[in-house]
């Protein structure tokens, strides 16, 4: 285990070394090129920022304007029918739009009901399953300035929805 730990450490220490002999062999002016890049990934943090201050704002918007509750309420008897925990509800739509939202009603969950009960394997599972679709989508397309996005956003919820019912599905035949 400690030759594993080891290498862990001085995995990034020698890439970095790597890629400055590699570029020092193919006379690149390393630091040089290092600025650029920086230079470049700090426009492109100024042009999402709206992107990202919008989701910020509109999930604070759901989360305390109670329509995250409505939206559960409303889903109830359809997620009774099929065996989804409707206590996970709000965490599978909160995962769409938030990583640290959804980790937060994760973290509620396991207080509540604990990491070992069904509910909590299966809110681990489905967080390992499925993505932050609408996040993911505005940074990655804004930062490459795709506006046709054609497909995309039904492809990754069906991905998504995909991933968590898989999850579902998964803990049921194991955990029962």
């Given at each position: 285990m400690k030759i594993v730990s080891l290498i862990s450490d001085m995995l990034v220490p020698l890439v970095m070394a790597?890629?400055?002999f590699y570029g020092y062999?193919?006379?690149i002016n390393i630091y040089e090129t290092f600025i650029e890049g920086a230079a470049q990934g700090f426009k492109i943090v100024l042009e999402i920022m709206p992107a990202l201050i919008g989701l910020m704002t509109a999930v604070g918007v759901v989360a305390?304007?109670?329509?995250?509750?409505?939206?559960?309420?409303?889903?109830k008897p359809f997620t009774e029918k099929i065996g989804f925990p409707t206590e996970a509800l709000p965490l599978t739509l909160m995962r769409l739009v938030s990583s640290s939202a959804a980790t937060g009603l994760l973290l509620d969950i396991f207080?509540?009901?604990?990491?070992?009960?069904?509910?909590g394997r299966f809110v681990s599972i489905?967080?390992?399953?499925?993505?932050?679709?609408f996040y993911?989508?505005?940074?990655?397309?804004?930062s490459v300035k795709v506006t046709k996005t054609r497909y995309t956003l039904a492809g990754a919820l069906l991905a998504n929805f995909a991933g968590v019912a898989a999850s579902l599905w998964i803990c049921k035949v194991c955990f029962g």
């Open positions: 790597y890629i400055i062999g193919k006379k305390e304007s109670g329509l995250l509750e409505l939206l559960c309420d409303m889903a207080r509540q009901y604990t990491p070992d009960s069904f509910i489905m967080m390992c399953c499925t993505e932050t679709v993911t989508l505005s940074v990655y397309f804004m």
